[in-house]
């Protein structure tokens, strides 16, 4: 991790959670719609969501909107969603 993102973490969030999760099937992708109570919670998610992604070596969609944040999860090899994306979706709900 960064050491801005390990700052964030540490100093201005505390494991933020978001206060609004959308989920939807669309564009052969799994979407989740997070929205955090500041741009440093969202940015936190962001790090641990890296985190996880790098330790399943299965990389998402990311897009930071100031205290949005979209993730896609799809497994473009396979031309759509897998096991594994419902997977990943899951735990990706479980950091938000």
Known sequence: MSELLAYLARELVDEPEAVRVVEQERDDA????????????????????????ESENHHPDIDVRYRRVVVRWTTHSAGGVTDRDRELARRTDEIG
């Open 30 to 53: 799994l979407v989740r719609e997070l929205e955090f109570e500041s741009f440093p919670a969202a940015i936190a998610f962001v790090g641990r969501l890296a985190e996880l992604a």
